[in-house]
């Protein structure tokens, strides 16, 4: 059972813009920052958003982060074949004195 | 460009304990204002966060395996370990390392490629 809440899966055709939820509480989400990983079929995850919305050098600006309260969301608009990955939503838990992860969003490109 | 890389048994027995070592190559593990963590990930499951250490030596643990877990950098060699003691099979997983550091507007986020690490005897 993960601290943080994802749906286990989501999907898209190409073009279109998907959402992937992440629920959590006031002592992780709600007060601080939220952070997204996406993993590659048998490979290491990337870090994809930081700060809730910050893009790392290189991410393409199909990818965007947003948070509100004790849920943030990442969007995919303009979805590609290499979109396809498992999705990681991360925030530090005040009350845990730790990161904490969701359990992951497996993205399906139809 | 900062690379890291994962090394140790592939192999543990049950109750023993579990050592790796990620070296860190492309910079200095004891430059910058990096956290130096560990995070696992059982096969089929999600990532499950295990502890850091900071490049001031100060130290963070998951909660649940705090009492089994160590951390330690070894600024001679460039290289950060783990260890995790009295292992059982729910330890088995691909344990990856990782660095960051954010400054105002940048980030650094480098992960080693993951090693596997089964738990049986």
């Known amino acids: 059972q993960s601290v943080l809440t994802q749906p286990p899966s989501a999907s898209g055709t190409p073009g279109q813009r998907v959402t992937i939820s992440c629920s959590g509480s006031?002592?992780?989400?709600?007060?601080?920052?939220v952070y997204w990983y996406q993993q590659l079929p048998g490979t290491a995850p990337k870090l994809l958003m930081y700060?809730?919305?910050q893009r790392p050098s290189g991410v393409p600006d199909r990818f965007s982060g947003s948070k509100s309260g004790t849920s943030a969301s990442l969007a995919i608009s303009g979805l590609r074949s290499e979109d396809e990955a498992d999705y990681y939503c991360?925030?530090?838990?005040?009350?845990?004195?730790?990161?904490?992860f969701g359990g992951g969003t497996k993205l399906t490109v139809l | 460009q900062v690379q890291l890389q994962e090394s140790g048994p592939g192999l543990v027995e049950p109750s023993q304990t579990l050592s790796l070592t990620c070296t860190v190559s492309?910079?200095?593990?004891?430059?910058?204002?990096?956290?130096w963590s560990w995070i696992r990930q059982p096969a089929g499951k999600g990532l499950e966060w295990i502890g850091r250490?900071?490049?001031?030596?100060?130290?963070n643990f998951n909660p649940s395996l705090k009492s089994r877990v160590t951390i330690s950098v070894d600024t001679s060699k460039n290289q950060f370990s783990l260890k995790l003691s009295s292992v059982t099979a729910a330890d088995t997983a691909v344990y990856y390392c990782?660095?960051?550091?954010?400054?105002?507007?940048?980030?650094?986020?480098?992960w080693g490629q993951g090693t596997l690490v089964t738990v049986s005897s």
């Open positions: 990782a660095g960051d550091r954010y400054g105002d507007n940048t980030v650094d986020d480098y």
């Open positions: 492309g910079g200095s593990i004891s430059s910058g204002s990096y956290y």
């Open positions: 250490i900071h490049t001031s030596g100060t130290t």
């Open positions: 006031s002592s992780n989400i709600g007060s601080n920052y």
């Open positions: 700060r809730n919305n």
């Open positions: 991360a925030a530090w838990d005040d009350s845990l004195r730790g990161w904490v």
